[in-house]
């Protein structure tokens, strides 16, 4: 068995990731309003702009790892025609009036900033032409986080946590110290005093746990010698699999719907905290050794069902390349 679930990704997993998205960021959902690439020339497949999104993140993070799968033509193709000043001057119109300012707050803008993190490791234009967006995120980030007075706690879009964890890494990798450290400093006002937690989860249409997002946003804002006596308190019986709610994976009972394919999300987004937490403590300690195996318990109950419904398959890929990739 691998050390680590980053390790079974290989070039072969990376193509079936790419396939799956390149078959939908560009094939509309049927939309009784006007046609979704009349108001988002970029990100109007995948159902919705945010799973559009961040489909493109997995496209540029699979071509970055894997550069020689036999995808990266297309996906080569597909980024020249999308990130152009035109059509980046598209969707900012449509974010330009007042009534849109809340727009996919905090999910969406997040995954845009992460995949402006991940082409800002690409040598081409494509950061270059997408930055005005990602700029616009940024801004509305530090707008509205002072304002936020208390977090978010769900398993859904919603999610501060979630929110704050993913957009430092653009924070960090676009050297912008400002936001970087807005959300340092949210973070740590929101959820350093936490202890305890019971983890009453998941509920019916989490792809996400309360919990370890929550531990998750802390590794990484949190200096990496104060991250475990943290978590010790936030989740004290860790040792023992407790809570129990957090080391069994969700069942799905019905794939082909919406809410509940939910769950195969959860699954994978807890095997990419699991991971991660486990990367961040010492190394051949009880947590960490029982974070690493119950990582590979929720991968192995999600990743084979990424793909076969439209209902998970236009976004279940993304989460389940988070879970595996190396990186932050």
């Avoid at 071509?63 to 900012?92: C, S, V």
């Avoid at 700029?135 to 509205?144: G, K, N």
């Avoid at 005093?193 to 998750?216: N, R, V």
């Avoid at 809410?259 to 807890?270: A, F, K, P, Q, W």
């Amino acid at each position: 068995m691998p050390s680590s679930i980053a390790e079974q990704l290989d070039d072969a997993l990376a193509a079936r990731f790419a396939n799956i998205a390149l078959g939908h960021v560009a094939r509309e959902f049927p939309n009784v309003q006007a046609a979704p690439r009349e108001v988002h020339p970029i990100f109007y497949g995948s159902y919705d702009w945010h799973s559009c999104v961040h489909s493109y993140w997995l496209l540029a993070t699979s071509l970055r790892l894997f550069p020689e799968i036999k995808e990266a033509g297309a996906i080569h193709w597909l980024f020249d025609k999308a990130f152009t000043e035109e059509r980046i001057a598209g969707e900012l119109a449509y974010l330009e009036p007042a009534t849109k300012r809340g727009f996919e707050r905090p999910y969406g803008w997040a995954w845009l900033l992460m995949l402006q993190a991940e082409l800002l490791r690409h040598e081409n234009d494509w950061a270059l032409a997408v930055q005005p967006l990602a700029s616009l995120f940024a801004a509305r980030f530090r707008e509205h986080l002072p304002k936020a007075t208390y977090p978010v706690r769900s398993g859904v879009h919603s999610s501060t946590a979630f929110a704050l964890a993913i957009a430092l890494e653009y924070a960090e990798e676009a050297d912008d110290q400002t936001l970087a450290e807005l959300i340092r400093k949210t973070a740590l006002g929101w959820y350093a005093k936490d202890a305890d937690c019971q983890a009453w989860e998941p509920s019916g249409e989490d792809f996400l746990s309360p919990a370890l997002t929550e531990a998750q946003c802390m590794r990484r804002v949190l200096a990496a010698s104060d991250f475990p006596a943290w978590l010790d308190r936030f989740l004290p019986r860790l040792a023992q699999r407790q809570p129990a709610s957090l080391f069994t994976p969700a069942i799905v009972s019905d794939r082909s719907d919406g809410r509940i394919v939910h769950l195969d999300g959860l699954n994978l987004s807890r095997a990419w905290a699991w991971e991660k937490i486990a990367d961040s403590l010492p190394s051949g300690g009880p947590v960490g050794t029982i974070a690493r195996d119950t990582a590979e318990q929720h991968l192995a109950a999600s990743l084979p069902y990424i793909s076969g419904d439209y209902m998970g398959e236009h976004w279940l890929a993304s989460f389940a390349l988070l879970a595996l990739r190396p990186g932050p």
